[in-house]
T-cell receptor, first 115, second 114 residues
Framework: QKEVEQDPGPLSVPEGAIVSLNCTYS??????FMWYRQYSRKGPELLMY????GNKEDGRFTAQVDKSSKYISLFIRDSQPSDSATYLC???????????????FGQGTELSVKP | EAQVTQNPRYLITVTGKKLTVTCSQN?????MSWYRQDPGLGLRQIYY???????DKGDVPEGYKVSRKEKRNFPLILESPSPNQTSLYFC?????????????FGPGTRLTVT
């Protein structure tokens, strides 16, 4: 069983839709939860991160972490064609676990927003 | 412009021919790391470096070497490449103490070993 599971999609939605992306994980030691966006032929770029449980909002993007269920989500409101990319969830144990900045990534979900 | 650069971006080589992929960052970051990205497996860490002359293995270090002689550079060395090292490689860097949640990635190097 992989430590982090993410539905690879692809996911296709019309412009303006609300998008929900999800990951589940098995390692209860994870403390930091991140979402990266990767455009075609580019490196991943950090969208947002959350420490421990709770919600975080940044413009049209909202990240949620439920540690009791080992489940994280990214919501995109009013989706735009420019949001079309692969979205990667990533997790880490944090400095107290001395894992050397090792991020554990999900497989990525490919999102296409149609005009 | 603050960035992580990698060279070459694309490389086709043959089994056993030593190669080096360079990585450089201009953000004065202490932490640097190498990942490989494979379909169905996501990104996996190969090696990382907490600072100059300090390196350590990640999850998939076999067949790779690294060195960190300068803060800005972190080359990845494949001494005897094999076809199972065909992959997309990313270098990443991070400021001190933030490597667990804030890593900046380079554009990637697509390597094919025949």
């Amino acid at each position: 069983q992989k430590e982090v599971e993410q539905d690879p999609g692809p996911l296709s939605v019309p412009e303006g839709a609300i998008v929900s992306l999800n990951c589940t994980y098995s390692n209860s030691a994870f403390q930091y939860f991140m979402w990266y966006r990767q455009y075609s032929r580019k490196g991943p770029e950090l969208l947002m991160y959350t420490y421990s449980s709770g919600n975080k909002e940044d413009g049209r993007f909202t990240a949620q972490v439920d540690k009791s269920s080992k489940y994280i989500s990214l919501f995109i409101r009013d989706s735009q064609p420019s949001d079309s990319a692969t979205y990667l969830c990533a997790m880490s144990g944090g400095v107290i676990y001395n894992q050397g900045g090792k991020l554990i990534f999900g497989q990525g979900t490919e999102l296409s927003v149609k005009p | 412009e603050a960035q992580v650069t990698q060279n070459p971006r694309y490389l086709i080589t043959v089994t056993g021919k030593k190669l080096t992929v360079t990585c450089s960052q201009n953000m004065n970051h202490e932490y640097m790391s190498w990942y490989r990205q494979d379909p169905g497996l996501g990104l996996r860490q190969i090696y990382y470096s907490m600072n100059v002359e300090v390196t350590d293995k990640g999850d998939v270090p076999e067949g790779y070497k690294v060195s960190r002689k300068e803060k800005r550079n972190f080359p990845l060395i494949l001494e005897s490449p094999s076809p199972n090292q065909t992959s997309l490689y990313f270098c990443a860097s991070s400021p001190r103490g933030r490597q667990d949640y804030e890593q900046y990635f380079g554009p990637g190097t697509r390597l094919t070993v025949t």
